[in-house]
């Protein structure tokens, strides 16, 4: 059976009496070539331990399973179980994990499913939980790589520069966390039903050490957040709807001059060490009241 062959997938879904759901974001693939490539490029080997969210039907899944000394494959949708369980029993190394991804510790099945092995995570994700299945995969702070198929503008997005329309707080977590590199780009006619959009493969590997050093992480990134809160704005205006209520809209002026910042800077403008450095600029006028 060939799981990116159409009239071989729906011989199988018409078997197991399937029907797509449209809130589950289901697309499978129909081009061989795109399951592959995203093995190979997730870096999975025999050490490896691959944690898959959202196999589908199986095709990514199969190609990791060869590569790979084990697999462990999250899948919500209790209806494609009994298919997993066909497409995947030539594959021993393979378990297949009901549940939602978003609601369990990836840390700890990661260590339950992988012992001895070097943990990566590889997926074709959902365009409906894209940016929290990537927030909880870089949190749980245990894989090498975290490869995974996306829609393009969420890919542009992680992998964009400061001052590019696509840059925004997700980038910045992205980056700070880990280094994105924006692999491929996958048609919309590669999949079952085809999506509206077009797709693309981003691999991102934690970094071993964060990029700058912060005061406080949390704090920084509060300050990102409300940079970007209201994207039209200056950085000041934003700044002054966040901490308005503690320091007024002149004393943000001097701490943006005081930074080296025009006031009608926007947050687009400024990268990981500027954002540094206005964060610990802040809470030092925050703690000295």
């Known amino acids: 059976m060939d799981l990116c062959n159409e ?3 729906k011989a199988l879904l018409g078997r197991h009496g399937f029907r797509f759901s449209k809130s589950m ?3 499978f693939l129909i081009e061989g070539w795109v399951p592959r490539d995203i093995a190979e490029a997730s870096g999975a080997e025999a ?5 898959e969210i959202g196999p589908g039907i199986g095709p990514l899944t199969v190609q990791l399973a060869q590569r790979a000394g084990r697999v462990a494959a999250i899948e919500l949708d209790k209806a494609l179980l009994p298919i997993l369980a066909e497409t995947l029993a030539p594959y021993d190394n393979v378990s297949v994990i009901p549940g939602d ?3 369990l510790d990836l840390a700890a099945l990661v260590n339950e499913q992988f012992p001895g092995l070097t943990p990566i995570a590889c997926a074709n994700l959902p365009y409906n939980i894209t940016t929290p299945v990537i927030t909880a995969l870089i949190e749980a702070n245990c894989f090498a790589s975290i490869t995974v198929m996306i829609q393009r503008e969420v890919a542009l997005r992680i992998c964009a520069a400061p001052g590019t329309s696509d840059y925004g707080a997700f980038s910045l977590f992205c980056q700070y966390h880990t280094q994105p590199e924006f692999l491929f780009e996958v048609p919309p006619e590669c999949f079952l039903p085809a999506p509206k959009v077009t797709s693309a493969v981003i691999r991102l590997v934690p970094r071993p050490e964060p990029p700058q050093d912060l005061v406080e992480e949390s704090f920084f990134f509060q300050v990102v957040k409300a940079s970007f809160a209201q994207r039209r704005k200056t950085l ?4 002054s709807a966040a901490f308005g209520s ?4 002149d ?3 001097s701490i943006l001059e005081d930074c080296g910042l ?9 990268g990981i060490p500027e954002f540094a450095r206005l964060a610990a600029t802040l809470q030092n006028h925050l703690h000295a009241q």
Not at 236 to 239: A, F, I, P, Q
Not at 265 to 270: A, C, M, P, W
Request: aromatic share 0%.
């Open 25 to 27: 974001g289901q697309n």
């Open 251 to 253: 004393v943000l002026r």
């Open 262 to 270: 025009p006031a009608d800077v926007r947050g687009e403008r400024l």
């Open 246 to 249: 503690r320091l007024d809209k």
């Open 47 to 51: 050490h490896c331990g691959v944690l």
């Open 7 to 9: 009239k071989d997938i």
């Open 236 to 239: 000041l205006n934003g700044l």
């Open 101 to 103: 991804a978003m609601k």
